[in-house]
């Protein structure tokens, strides 16, 4: 059950008086008072600022139980104290007011328009966050909230007044710190509203330039001074991702193709820049973890292998990249072993006539070292072909004209080898 207080304001200079009601407790109402006293024309909020709120002190005379009684309580104290013919502050009768009264909404407006631009005093801030702050302030806000779910108009109101506006490095910190390591755990209800929210909730296409400003707000590209860049580097490095979260990471990136745009950026960005020694184990170690195959090591399913296949068909190498893949190979001796498998894995094999076109155009022109002539002399002792191999050559062979150099050549074999 609300109570009504009546009170009496007494200046204790000239003890004039003052009466007055309210449901709120007698320091809220003494507050509304000398909040009032800035501003209004009243005779007490005049006397308060004349004489200092430090010489008026008020106390509760009478607490009645309804809104009527108190009425009837506070036109008898005026009229008895005098407190509304010369001596006091009471302007009328009593009996008015807004006790328990709600403002319309014109009225409401009116207030806020006439506030609006008003700039609040520093202790009057400080006050009411300190009120706001109470844990029994913020219970009350919770209960009062809960449930409700703002409009539209309010939700796009707060994101236009907070876009465009910098987060300072203190506001930051103090974000980071209330989320960290306070033990912070989602109940389950919270879980599932949220879970419910994003399945009901319709997503509309982003444009490219949604896209480019989120692309380099996650990438950190967007303003960010080199020394900002030396910062995050230091706070990531020697951080190992642990092996769940590289799975959630690989099973989010699963089935999502790069553009070649971005191919070519991360292409760029990684040129030139050496592996170390760690990085070249780390891969090593991971290529040795697959199943071997018989040429390389590595083994491809048959989806990666066509994707590979269309990826590099009808892709030149240049002339820098073939010199830079024959250097790489230059001095490495294929081991016995893998020369065998890859002869094995070779035979029944037939090539088809495309291929063998483009190795013949591959090999026009070359000339066979003495070495090299060695080494297939060698390979090819004590073997001989087969009626079907030996009848392919003839067929290839006809129609075919050596050159006179090519005559020579083989003469002088024909002679060293009857000679022999």
Request: charged share 30%.
């Amino acid at each position: 059950m609300t109570t009504v207080h009546v009170y009496v304001i007494t200046n204790i200079i000239n003890g004039k008086e003052y009466v007055g009601k309210t449901i709120k407790t007698i320091p809220k109402r003494w507050a509304v008072h000398v909040c009032a006293a800035r501003s209004k024309d009243t005779a007490l909020a005049r006397a308060i600022r004349k004489h200092g709120i430090e010489n008026f002190v008020i106390e509760s005379v009478w607490k009645a139980p309804t809104e009527a009684e108190a009425l009837a309580t506070e036109i008898a104290l005026i009229e008895a104290l005098g407190t509304n013919s010369g001596f006091g502050y009471n302007m009328t009768a009593g009996g008015e007011g807004w006790s328990g009264m709600k403002a319309s909404a014109s009225h409401r407006a009116s207030i806020a328009a006439a506030l609006r631009g008003k700039p609040l005093a520093p202790e009057r801030i400080a006050r009411i966050t300190e009120v706001r702050r109470t844990p029994e302030s913020r219970a009350k806000s919770s209960a009062i909230m809960h449930g409700k779910q703002p409009p539209a108009t309010a939700i796009t109101n707060s994101i236009a007044a907070r876009k465009g506006k910098p987060l300072s490095i203190s506001h930051k910190a103090k974000i980071a710190v209330s989320l960290k390591g306070d033990g912070r755990i989602m109940s389950a209800r919270v879980k599932a509203a949220l879970a419910k929210a994003r399945v009901e909730r319709v997503y509309s296409p982003l444009s490219p330039a949604h896209k480019a400003k989120l692309r380099a707000a996650r990438l950190g590209i967007d303003n960010v001074s080199v020394e900002g860049r030396a910062r995050v580097a230091a706070a990531h490095r020697g951080k190992i991702v642990s092996v769940e979260t590289r799975e959630k990471q690989a099973a989010a990136r699963r089935g999502k193709t790069l553009s070649p745009e971005a191919r070519a950026k991360i292409s760029t960005a990684q040129k030139g820049k050496p592996k170390s020694p760690e990085t070249r184990e780390r891969m090593r170690a991971a290529q040795q973890s697959r199943t071997v195959h018989p040429w390389t090591g590595r083994q491809h399913s048959e989806e990666t292998r066509k994707k590979m296949s269309m990826a590099q068909s009808g892709i030149a190498k240049s002339p820098e990249h073939r010199a830079a893949m024959s250097a790489a190979q230059k001095g490495k001796t294929v081991p016995p072993e893998i020369l065998a498998k890859r002869s094995a894995s070779l035979t029944g094999q037939k090539r088809t006539a495309e291929t063998r076109a483009n190795i013949s155009a591959s090999k026009k022109g070359h000339t066979v070292s003495n070495e090299a002539r060695r080494k297939i002399g060698e390979a090819n002792r004590g073997r001989s072909h087969t009626d079907e191999a030996r009848a392919k050559m003839s067929a290839a062979r006809l129609g075919t004209t050596r050159s006179e150099e090519t005559r020579a050549k083989m003469r002088e074999a024909w002679q060293r080898r009857r000679q022999k």
